[in-house]
């Protein structure tokens, strides 16, 4: 029996795990790798206390934090979850464990092209995130593909920063809003590939150039760049939990300030069970983020086992 189990291992879930540990509570993080898309980063600039930092040694401290604090870390892949009276039982595909309280930080997974060169290029010119990768392309060529606010917003950045932007999308229409489309083209250095997707991306030992194709009359051209920012979205896997708390329109699992959960298509609190990170409905999915949500969640779960009403503040421990 463990207090808290924490299911994702990345800034929400290792932060978590050092908080709850250090509160003395018996502390498991299931999670299939460390530091989940932040690892991959090649450069982070936007974290405290770094001027600069690789995305994987950063979530490597996140582990070793966590491990020092106290948490237990199994690498087992979360398949489902029961709950019965005031346990809960987490299955993954070879254990099952039992649980008072569930932190739920499993994050987000990318929407990918699924394209030639896609994967073997990530890291290396591919990126999801352009807030934390598009700094380390300063005067560099990039292309932004996506027609909805993340792509538009992508493409506002990314045209101070680069040299040429190219922002690529599928139709000649875009899903976001109308005010961040003007914006971006008032932009000199902003090109639009309309009515267009990329079907590969080339390189070497980095990202190159890229093959665009057009939907309407199918034919095809090589536009070199330096990098490429995929901003079509994200998916939330949420086949075990949607039976257990309440997710929005883009199956975020909703939270209040507390990042305490609610049950399903309701506004009562489900108890035991708290969330953090960029599964949740929170705006702005960066690592402080969701390291300072993970922390918040992990206290929140010391106050559920022990009986304790939400706090204000709490300075008495970092």
């Not at 990318?110 to 073997?120: A, F």
């Not at 290029?121 to 300063?138: I, Q």
């Amino acid at each position: 029996m463990y207090d808290v189990i924490i299911i994702g291992g990345a800034a929400a879930g290792s932060t978590a795990g050092i908080y709850a540990a250090r509160r003395k509570m018996k502390t498991l993080i299931l999670t299939k790798d460390i530091g989940g898309q932040a690892s991959i980063t090649p450069s982070v600039e936007n974290y405290p206390g770094f001027l600069e930092v690789p995305g994987f040694e950063l979530m490597q401290r996140f582990q070793e934090q966590a491990i020092k604090s106290g948490a237990e870390i199994i690498f087992e892949e979360v398949v489902e979850i029961r709950e019965k009276g005031r346990s809960f039982f987490v299955k993954t595909q070879t254990n099952e464990y039992e649980a008072k309280a569930l932190i739920l930080t499993f994050g987000k997974t990318p929407r990918s092209l699924n394209v030639p060169g896609e994967k073997e290029f990530l890291g290396k010119g591919v990126s999801y995130c352009a807030t934390c990768d598009l700094p380390v392309f300063r005067d560099k060529t990039v292309a932004v593909v996506g027609g909805g606010n993340s792509a538009l917003d992508a493409a506002l950045y990314g045209s101070e920063i680069a040299r040429k932007l190219y922002l690529i999308h599928r139709r000649d229409k875009f899903r976001g809003f109308e005010y961040l489309v003007e914006r971006v083209k008032e932009k000199d250095n902003v090109e639009f590939v309309l009515n267009s997707i990329v079907t590969e991306i080339k390189g070497e030992k980095f990202v190159k150039s890229i093959i665009v194709k057009n939907v309407l009359n199918n034919t095809e051209k090589e536009i070199d760049v330096d990098g490429i920012f995929i901003e079509i979205g994200y998916e939330t896997k949420v086949d075990f939990v949607k039976d257990l708390v309440k997710l929005d329109e883009q199956n975020q699992v909703m939270i209040n300030k507390n990042c305490e959960t609610f049950y399903p298509n309701s506004d009562k609190i489900h108890p035991g069970i708290f969330a953090a990170g960029d599964l949740t409905d929170t705006p702005f999915k960066q690592i402080v983020i969701s390291a300072g949500e993970g922390a918040k969640a992990a206290l929140q779960a010391y106050n559920y086992i022990h009986c304790m009403k939400p706090v204000v503040a709490d300075w008495s421990k970092g």
